[in-house]
């Protein structure tokens, strides 16, 4: 009887010391968990902060003006955020009017029609072309793609779409190569891997069910892929059109490369400009401490900032949307 009431009183001994340690995991393994989340709001906060208050000098002395306003004179020391602005906003437009839909396509070819071999060849390939640093697109943007457009695409655009009306507008100037379009472009090119792996890793997913399903009622792959792949993977296709747009926004080298880097504003495409990212890049280094124009580059920042937060909550309405529907 004792040897078996000190056998027992061992293993309740032993079961409430893995118990304390089990417990002790859980309580740190819980406090780092928390921490990381907590540590990700922080370093957003801390980001708001130095931007808006960096740029409240900008903000204060221009006031509303400064979103409007498409001054950016160093001497005068006026500046404005609207070509910038307007920049960003086109040459994210243009990446994503070329990006999704060839995204789409080399995502279903890839899960719906390549051979496995093939296929595998081809989705490391766009693996390794999101890899690439964004300074090798621009250096090859700028060699290759801007005298192919001097060339060939903007002059044969002008000549045939620059007096049509309306669109006309879009089309219309010398052919440098550079500009809006060549930006748009390029940014097409890096975010497409992004958009196009987030796509055929939903596309894999989806339960062979409910495709096979819908080829025995008789339906063809284009409408199989309509009525049921997009609608059951609406959400993660949309997570990643958006995950290329925030690439879209912030992206700076490969864009200052291409794009001309000239604050005027204008209609046509090919016309140089610039964006918000690739002017702070161009402009911060001769930007000094404590000046106005430092001011104005991080209130730029600011709007930036802003415009990454509008598409993202538009983004979550239109999920919602669909999904009631």
């Known amino acids: 009887m004792m040897e078996a009431s000190s056998t027992t009183a061992g293993q309740e001994a032993a079961a409430s010391g893995r118990n304390a340690g089990g417990n002790a995991g859980d309580i740190a393994f819980g406090v780092l968990a928390r921490l990381a989340g907590w540590s990700i709001l922080l370093v957003m906060a801390g980001i708001i902060i130095v931007l808006v208050s960096g740029g409240w000098q900008a903000f204060s002395t221009f006031g509303p003006g400064f979103i409007t306003s498409k001054a950016w004179n160093p001497i005068t020391h006026h500046f404005g955020a609207a070509t910038s602005i307007f920049g960003t906003l086109v040459t994210t437009v243009v990446a994503l009017v070329f990006a999704v839909p060839f995204a789409f396509g080399v995502a279903f070819w890839l899960v719906e029609m390549a051979p496995p071999a093939l296929a595998r060849v081809i989705e490391m390939a766009v693996q390794l072309l999101a890899a690439v640093p964004s300074i090798i697109f621009g250096m090859w943007g700028f060699f290759i793609v801007v005298p192919f457009m001097a060339h060939y695409v903007e002059p044969v655009a002008t000549r045939y779409l620059g007096h049509v009306p309306g669109i006309g507008l879009l089309f219309r100037g010398a052919p440098y190569g550079t500009g809006l379009l060549t930006g748009g472009l390029i ?130 309405m239109f999920l919602q949307r669909g999904i009631k529907n």
């Open 187 to 316: 940014l097409a090119i890096m975010v497409t891997p992004f958009i196009c792996s987030v796509m055929a890793d939903v596309f894999v997913s989806i339960p062979a069910v409910l495709k096979e399903s819908a080829f025995g009622l008789g339906a063809t792959r284009w409408e199989v892929m309509r009525k049921v792949v997009l609608p059951w993977s609406r959400q993660a296709v949309m997570g990643g059109i958006m995950l290329g747009t925030g690439r879209a926004l912030g992206e700076t080298m490969a864009v200052t490369f291409v794009i001309g880097n000239s604050n005027r504003l204008g209609w046509s495409l090919f016309a140089p400009g610039n964006t918000i990212a690739s002017l702070i890049a161009l402009e911060f280094p001769e930007s000094s401490a404590g000046s106005l124009k430092l001011s104005a580059l991080l209130a730029l920042g600011a709007i930036l900032m802003v415009i990454s937060f509008i598409t993202l909550a538009c983004s979550r």
